[in-house]
């Protein structure tokens, strides 16, 4: 081990290509995975933040707020279950806003929630005709005391204050009281008003000790089936694009690996057929054929290690030097351990392949060899 | 009986065969070879290319195994080993020094000993001492620090001797060590080979083309067309 140790610090020069190429599918590894965390939080945001355990829409609904609807009386029997603790209505609608002092088609892209519980970072929901805006919104130009013209009919909300990590599909959410959003509603989308005591959601909060998916059953079973239950995760899971977008960006992921396995596969084979000679003879005075292997293994985890480093403090930088808002990348320790992680188990893959190699390099090549 | 008082001879052929599958053909390396050395004893293999001069070596040196017949090295019957004890053979009672030298060129000489013991035994700080000993009895201790492409020829050959020392090997075998050298540089090697050899007690063989050497040597045993044809 110490022999390829030695190599490595010793001939840096020899390894510098395949390093090089290492630092960039790291790197790319690692902004991938940051654009994906980024996607994923923005389109979640809001439904990670609501304040329960479960998620009931309508089952015809297909997990969708806007086709939901949870009448007073399916409300009534999904309280009266056993292990349901507290529920709590909510409401979204999907808007544009406009900012008093800004022209006509300058609009930002909001989600009103009309929510009876605060989402979590929030200790109450305002009053009637405030809200709480999700923080992005301050990376354009919106900040506390703002009047928001919502939707067409330019319905007012005053922003009061701001809460982090609360977007839905990419848009800022407005945490505002059920009046509100009903009023909001009924104006600009009266195709979708509901009657009162009508909401689109109910987010329920499961008794101490209670399962989730066991309540989560008994509720749907207590509507006679004409409503579906998810944990919150589960919800936030099934928001339209989430899945697409994370099957697309894991796919994409997956062939940079694959890409690694294969530089690493090639580096380390021409290395192999290079270092023959030198095989023959360590193997000659008594070295294992694991011995040689596991060096070769461990350069490859060392050169991939440093690239890992490398591409991280690079990710970071990257992260800190792209503007808020322009796009949605988050780079975060567990993103750049998973990636190091894949490029760390790239590496041990792609070696493997010189294993075959290594192993019918013959001793007796070094006996009788004048080159 | 060598310096260390052993009796037991370094190494003993027996009826030793050797043939090698070449399409639907057999070349016989070695037939019929019977070799004894003593513990101590320096033997020059002498004979022309082809003569199964390295494949004799091979087999003394566990690197082959014979089709038929009995090696036995330093007390050891290989004869059936596997690829991997032989390995194991390799690394406790044989030394090897090549014909091209062959050290890593990224390690210094004293490095280029201790990898010996990296691969082998692990005794770390024992190690180290007599990679320090051997290389102050080579000649070498200024040069521990060097690198194979700062040692002129002969150190490097002298490291290369070294190493072969490393693991205490009962049996050392010398494949042409002195080839790439100049005559002069030639006969200097193989007498600090005949000193370092005797000095131990430890048996060895050296392959050569080169009958001038043979004078270093206890005997020669000569090879053509795979038999030994004069000991």
């Known amino acids: 081990m110490m022999l390829a140790l030695r190599e490595l610090r010793r001939r840096p020069g020899r390894f510098s290509a395949a390093g090089l190429i290492l630092i960039l599918i790291a790197l790319l590894l690692m902004f991938l995975g940051g654009l994906l965390d980024g996607l994923l939080r923005s389109s979640t945001g809001a439904v990670r933040a609501l304040d329960g355990d479960l998620v009931v829409y309508t089952a015809s609904a297909e997990d969708s707020f806007l086709r939901s609807r949870i009448e007073p009386a399916q409300r009534q029997a999904i309280e009266a279950v056993d292990g349901v603790d507290t529920s709590a209505g909510i409401g979204v609608a999907q808007l544009g806003a406009r900012r008093t002092d800004r022209g006509p088609r300058d609009l930002l892209d909001v989600v009103v929630f009309g929510a009876e519980a605060p989402p979590k970072g929030l200790d109450a929901i305002p009053a009637d005709g405030e809200a709480v805006a999700d923080s992005s919104l301050r990376e354009q130009g919106v900040s506390e005391g703002t009047v928001l013209l919502i939707g067409p009919a330019r319905s007012e909300l005053t922003v009061v204050g701001f809460v982090d990590d609360t977007q839905y599909l990419g848009q800022a959410a407005l945490w505002t009281t059920p009046a509100s959003w009903r009023e909001i509603l009924q104006t600009n989308r009266p195709d979708q008003q509901l009657g009162a005591d009508v909401f689109q959601s109910l987010v329920v909060r499961v008794a101490d000790g209670a399962s989730a998916t066991d309540v989560a059953a008994a509720i749907d079973a207590a509507t006679g089936g004409a409503t579906a239950t998810l944990t919150v995760e589960a919800a936030a899971n099934g928001l339209p694009g989430v899945e697409s977008q994370r099957t697309t960006f894991n796919q994409i992921i997956g062939v940079t690996v694959g890409i690694a396995v294969v530089v690493v596969a090639l580096f380390f084979a021409l290395l192999t057929v290079e270092r023959a000679a030198l095989y023959g003879v360590l193997k000659a005075v008594g070295a294992r054929s694991g011995t040689l292997f596991g060096g070769l293994v461990l350069q490859a985890l060392v050169l991939s290690a440093v690239a890992c480093v490398v591409a991280g403090a690079a990710a970071l930088a990257l992260d800190a030097a792209i503007p808020p808002g322009s796009i949605p990348l988050r780079i975060t320790g567990a993103r750049l351990g998973q990636s190091s992680v894949f490029l760390l188990v790239a590496a041990i893959i792609g070696c493997a392949f010189s294993l075959r190699r290594l192993l019918r390099v013959d001793p007796a090549s070094a006996i009788g060899s004048g080159s | ?231």
Not at chain 2, 16 to 36: I, P, Q
Not at chain 2, 43 to 70: D, E, H, Y
């Open chain 2, 1 to 231: 009986m060598n310096a260390n008082g052993s009796t037991v001879p370094a190494l003993s052929l027996q009826a030793v065969r050797k043939v090698y599958a070449m399409g639907d053909s057999e070349v016989v390396a070695l037939d019929d070879v019977s070799l004894d050395v003593a513990p101590g004893e320096i033997v020059a293999l002498v004979g022309p290319s082809g003569s199964g001069k390295t494949t004799l070596c091979s087999i003394a040196g566990a690197i082959l195994s014979p089709t038929s017949g009995r090696v036995v090295v330093a007390g050891t019957d290989i004869t059936g080993y596997s690829p991997k004890q032989l390995t194991a053979v390799r690394r406790d009672l044989v030394g090897f020094v090549f014909q091209s030298v062959n050290l890593v060129p990224f390690l210094t000489a004293r490095e280029n000993l201790l990898v010996v013991d990296e691969i082998g035994r692990r005794t770390g700080a024992a190690a180290k001492a007599r990679a320090d000993q051997l290389l102050g009895e080579l000649g070498l201790a200024d040069r521990a620090r060097n690198l194979p492409a700062q040692l002129s020829g002969g150190q490097r050959q002298r490291v290369a001797i070294g190493r072969a020392l490393m693991n205490e090997p009962k049996l050392v075998l010398f494949d042409e060590p002195t080839s790439a050298l100049d005559s002069k540089l030639g006969m200097a090697v193989m007498e600090l080979i005949q000193q370092e050899m005797k000095a131990r007690g430890t048996a060895a063989i050296v392959v050569t083309h080169d009958e001038r050497i043979t004078r270093f040597c206890d005997r020669s045993v000569h090879m053509d067309d795979g038999r030994i044809t004069q000991s």
